[in-house]
C-alpha cells in the first residue's frame, strides 16, 4: 500500500465518521426542537460530505483504497479528529455551545491534515495534506465568522 493511498483512506474516514456525526446530532437535536442548533450540525455534515466526495474523486486513480480495520487508524485522538465527543451535545445545547464544539471538531481535523503534510515522505501526501489543512483552515474561519455574526441575545 502506497502512503497516499493509506493517507486517503484516513482521510476519507475522517470526513465520512463527521459527516455521520454531525448528521446524528442534527437529527437528534431536530426531533427535541433545537431547530436552530440541528440546522447548524447539519450544515457541518454537508461540510464533511463535499470533502469526502472531493477526497472520493481524488482517490479513483489509486482504487481500491485499503479497508482498514478501526484499530489500524493512526489518530492522535480517540476516535477520528474531526467527530469530538457527542456527550457534549444534549437537548440545550445552544448555537453558541454547538459553534465551539464544531470549531474544536474542525481544528483537530486543521491539526491532523497539517501533521500529515509535515510528516508525510511522498511530495504528493504532502501536497494533498496541505490542501486538507487549508480547507479545514477555511472551515474554522467560517465557523468564527458565524460565532462571532450571533446576536448577543443567542447563547
Same mark, same amino acid.
Do not use: C
Given at each position: ?15 465520512? *465518521?463527521? !459527516? *455521520?456525526?454531525?448528521? @446524528? ?7 427535541? $426542537? ?37 484499530? *489500524?487508524? @493512526? &489518530? ?9 465527543? !457527542? !456527550?457534549?451535545? $444534549? #437537548?440545550?445545547? !445552544?448555537?453558541? *455551545? ?10 483537530? $481535523? &486543521? ?7 509535515? #510528516?508525510?515522505?511522498? $511530495? ?9 489543512? #487549508?480547507?479545514?483552515? @477555511? ?6 465568522? &458565524? ?9
Amino acid at each position: 500500500m502506497t502512503e497516499l493511498a493509506h493517507f486517503l483512506a484516513h482521510a476519507l474516514a475522517l470526513e465520512n *465518521q463527521a !459527516s *455521520q456525526r454531525y448528521g @446524528e446530532l442534527a437529527r437528534h437535536l431536530d426531533l427535541v $426542537g433545537n431547530h436552530d442548533t440541528a440546522a447548524l450540525f447539519g450544515k457541518m455534515a454537508d461540510f464533511s460530505r463535499m470533502h469526502a466526495d472531493e477526497i472520493n474523486t481524488i482517490a479513483k486513480p489509486h482504487a481500491p483504497l485499503p479497508v482498514l480495520q478501526p484499530w *489500524q487508524y @493512526e &489518530w492522535t485522538t480517540p476516535e477520528p479528529p474531526e467527530v469530538g465527543d !457527542s !456527550s457534549l451535545v $444534549g #437537548t440545550t445545547t !445552544s448555537v453558541r *455551545q454547538a459553534l465551539g464544539l464544531a470549531i474544536a471538531n474542525e481544528r483537530r $481535523g &486543521w491539526e491532523y491534515y497539517n501533521h500529515i503534510a509535515v #510528516t508525510a515522505t511522498d $511530495g504528493e501526501t504532502r501536497r494533498l495534506a496541505r490542501t486538507f489543512a #487549508t480547507e479545514e483552515a @477555511e472551515h474554522v474561519l467560517t465557523l468564527e465568522r &458565524w460565532l462571532t455574526a450571533l446576536r448577543p441575545n443567542i447563547v
